[in-house]
């Protein structure tokens, strides 16, 4: 699963649910999982999201 959150460590622009750097490259090429990926997205996280 990936979740839809922000890495910008990873990716800059895009939550690790839509990024392609995440998905392909991290997930799939460096760490070789060839398995369904679903994207979750806790409600009750963003509702209390919080800006530092």
């Given at each position: 699963?990936?979740?839809?959150?922000?890495?910008?460590?990873?990716?800059?622009?895009?939550?690790?649910?839509?990024?392609?750097?995440?998905?392909?490259?991290?997930?799939?090429?460096?760490?070789?999982?060839?398995?369904?990926?679903q994207?979750?997205?806790?409600?009750?996280?963003?509702?209390?999201?919080?800006?530092?």
């Open positions: 699963m990936v979740t839809h959150i922000k890495y910008p460590a990873c990716d800059k622009e895009n939550p690790a649910s839509i990024s392609r750097i995440i998905i392909q490259e991290l997930l799939r090429e460096q760490l070789g999982y060839n398995g369904i990926l994207a979750i997205k806790d409600v009750k996280i963003s509702e209390k999201r919080i800006d530092a």
